[in-house]
């Protein structure tokens, strides 16, 4: 099955600086690839996501790639704001999220420093 | 439009017990996948409905199953409890493929 790998497990950066977090994927056969922010007690809230015949999507700070050759996708956040923080997951699925079900990486807590 | 509601919110059940969550989705979503997270593990599938069919399972015992009704609304059903079957269950509703995730169940196995 579906084998979702994602680094860093921790990311700390500076108010107003860029954060990225990666992720790669096993099967070529994905085709659909969402990332979920999750706060502390909450649930997870998709915040992008992106498709296999697409290379980049964006919305306004945030940003994911997608390198289906290599078979990983990023996520880019800019200008980081003390409510970025959180933990964010990325997945990757075979039928668009229905079907087949999500495979998420392990997460990565994102700590934005003041 | 209301979203994706789950109940109850926190359980407390005992080894060996059965238990029961619920799972509303999104008007006009007849799609409702369960997951369950937990901090070793992370967030894994558990198995997703549509039309009140299961259309696919991920690894997890025969002691979890599910159903789901006429009107989408699921349920999700664990017997015979384990302690490590404590965890936050989550279902989330979809119709075009983008899922959007109810506040959970905290289940606690004693």
């Known amino acids: 099955g579906e084998n979702v790998e994602q680094h860093p497990s921790t990311l700390s950066v500076q108010e107003g600086d860029s954060a990225v977090i990666k992720c790669t994927y096993s099967?070529?056969?994905?085709?659909?690839f969402p990332w979920y922010k999750q706060e502390l007690g909450k649930r997870p809230q998709l915040i992008i996501d992106i498709r296999s015949n697409v290379g980049e999507k964006k919305d306004q700070r945030i940003a994911v790639t997608l390198n289906k050759t290599a078979k990983h996708f990023s996520l880019h956040i800019t200008e980081t704001q003390p409510e970025d923080s959180a933990v964010y997951f990325c997945?990757?699925?075979?039928?668009?999220?229905?079907?087949?079900?999500?495979?998420f990486g392990k997460g990565t807590h994102l700590i934005i420093q003041p | 439009k209301a979203g994706v509601t789950q109940t109850p919110r926190y359980l407390i059940k005992t080894r060996g017990q059965q238990v029961t969550l619920s799972c509303s989705p999104i008007s006009g979503h007849r799609s409702v996948s369960w997951y369950q997270q937990t901090p070793g593990q992370g967030l894994q599938f558990l198995f997703e409905?549509?039309?009140?069919?299961?259309?696919n399972k991920g690894n997890f015992p025969g002691r979890f199953s599910g159903r789901q009704f006429s009107n989408s609304r699921s349920e999700m059903n664990v017997s015979t409890l384990e302690l490590g079957d404590s965890a936050l269950y989550l279902c989330a509703s979809s119709r075009g493929g983008e899922q959007y995730f109810g506040p959970g169940t905290r289940l606690t196995v004693t």
């Open positions: 409905y549509f039309s009140e069919t299961q259309r």
């Open positions: 997945a990757a699925s075979l039928s668009g999220g229905g079907a087949d079900g999500l495979t």
């Open positions: 099967d070529s056969a994905s085709n659909y």
